[in-house]
């Protein structure tokens, strides 16, 4: 997941847990959107698909992951490793 730095992880754990909840969701949908002004970030889309799942939502995650394979198709490498989280998050191809 994205982790906050400095005043936003003092934040974060001070608060109650739908407002912590909902200061982690809002992190998670600010990588979406970065990655939607630029996905050649791989470790980004791996990282989003890692807080989709952690946030239960197998859903956004495996969609993080089969755009992430379309963004880096011809990437061998990239490739293997979008695979390898894949089955980590136990997402199936």
């Known amino acids: 997941m994205p982790q906050p730095d ?14 912590r909840q909902a200061m982690i969701e809002g992190m998670v949908d600010r990588l979406a959107r970065r990655l ?5 970030d791989l470790e980004g889309w791996l990282r989003l698909a890692r807080a989709r799942s952690v946030l239960g939502d197998r859903e956004a995650a495996a969609d ?4 992430a394979a379309e963004r880096f198709a011809g990437d061998e490498t990239a490739s ?3 695979e390898s989280m ?3 998050l136990g997402l199936g191809s």
């Not at 400095?6 to 407002?19: H, W």
């Open 6 to 19: 400095g005043e936003a992880a003092k934040a974060i754990m001070e608060a109650d847990p739908e407002a």
């Open 36 to 40: 939607e002004e630029n996905g050649d």
């Open 64 to 67: 993080a992951l089969d755009r």
């Open 80 to 82: 293997a490793r979008i």
């Open 86 to 88: 894949r089955a980590e």
